[in-house]
């Protein structure tokens, strides 16, 4: 998992589909869009989702994350209430609010570190939206919820001083904190504007509602997918329009286009079609999850092989995203590739995976992304200070090994 060029030797050596291990358990990796297809369009016909052992425990068995057939439907469409249209509308000012208050914070800064300040960013964004707390990062819930994400790739061996065994205990009192976030909602009016009053109100077609142990298991989910990943896309962006002022020029002249004293709104966001482009391009360079995990229900076959049933199936993103005959010059930065509406093949762009389990805040995470950009191209700027690695670590999610360290400064560019 640390060694990224790992995947792409093995494929140079034995083709898009092999077999390996993985914590000392037999995996099938797949790659390309053939590969993608077959996986993501045949799930609960061939395969059901599946994750490492650290990761199950720590989400917990009520979680969307590990449900399946029936009742991964069932909750699915009760959780998507809180991130439909009419939800997104409501989220928007509070994501503008938390956007600004950094952005003036980094400009004091002046200097920084940019990738532990974009988490805390992020997950104040999460908490607020998702929870109804303000400061989230500052919160025990904050300090609790970093010890537990370090945990969710780990060896799962329960002892108090490995990164599982610490992250186990974290889960404990973050679920205690939620309990009470939730018992003084239900005591409460529910406010309508954060995912979890929607949540609590929400009624499935039979009329029943998530219990408190579900309620807790999901916002835990959503937290964790409102955060890392997010962080993780916002920092490859930041660091991606630094290193190619090219494009970074044509992102500030198509936001002079527009008045910096109107609201940023969904139809607003829509029409910013090269903003669009460029946060496509970033997701297709360097996409926050690197695969999925499924298991196989019935035995299949796929390009020639066998995969027999109960096999750990492994599909990878990356390597679909860097494949030259999809996308020419892969390792380019290149936002124009998106520029027109090619009738791509399905499943060649699978940043937030597809099919039955499509990422179910995928909304959500574009609309962070590209309120966050267009505030911060509209009104400042930054260089990337010298001598710092910039190679990216792959996990939990891809980051800068320095961390990003930049110079900040306000510009101005809309009268």
Known sequence: MQNSPFTKKRQQKNGSIFKSSFFGQPIVFMSGQEANLF???NDNQYFVVTSPASTRALLGPLSLSVQTGANHINRRKLLYQAFGPRALVGYIGA?????????????????????????????????????????????????????????????????????????????????AELEKIIGDRKLGTPSGNDALSLLISARDEEGNSLSLDELKDQVLLLLFAGHDTLTSAIASFCLLLAQNPDVMAKVRAEQQQFSATEPLTLERLKEMTYLEQVLREVL???????GGFRQAIKACEFGGYEI?????????????????????????????????????????????????????????????????????????EWDLLPDQDLNLIPLPTPHPRDGLRVKFRRTTINS
């Open 39 to 41: 996986i993501l369009s």
């Open 284 to 290: 297709r360079l360097v996409p926050p999850v690197g």
């Open 95 to 175: 994501m503008e609010n938390i956007t600004q208050r950094y952005l003036e914070k980094w400009e004091k800064m002046e200097t920084m570190t940019w990738y532990p300040e974009l988490r805390n960013y992020t997950f104040d964004v999460a908490a607020k939206l998702l929870v109804g707390i303000d400061n989230g990062s500052e919160t025990a819930l904050g300090h609790n919820f970093e010890t537990w994400s370090k945990g969710l790739f780990s060896i799962a061996l329960d002892l108090p001083w490995t990164k599982f065994g610490k992250a186990k205990k974290c889960r404990k009192l973050m679920l």
């Open 308 to 380: 027999p049933k109960g096999s750990i199936v492994l599909y990878l993103i990356n390597p679909t995203h860097q494949d030259s005959q999809l996308y020419p010059e892969p390792d380019r930065f290149d936002p124009d590739r998106f520029s027109s509406e090619r009738s791509a093949k399905p499943f060649s762009y699978v940043p937030f995976g597809g099919g039955l389990r499509e990422c179910l805040g995928k909304e959500f995470a574009r609309l962070e992304m590209k309120l966050f950009a267009a505030k911060i191209i509209r009104e400042f």
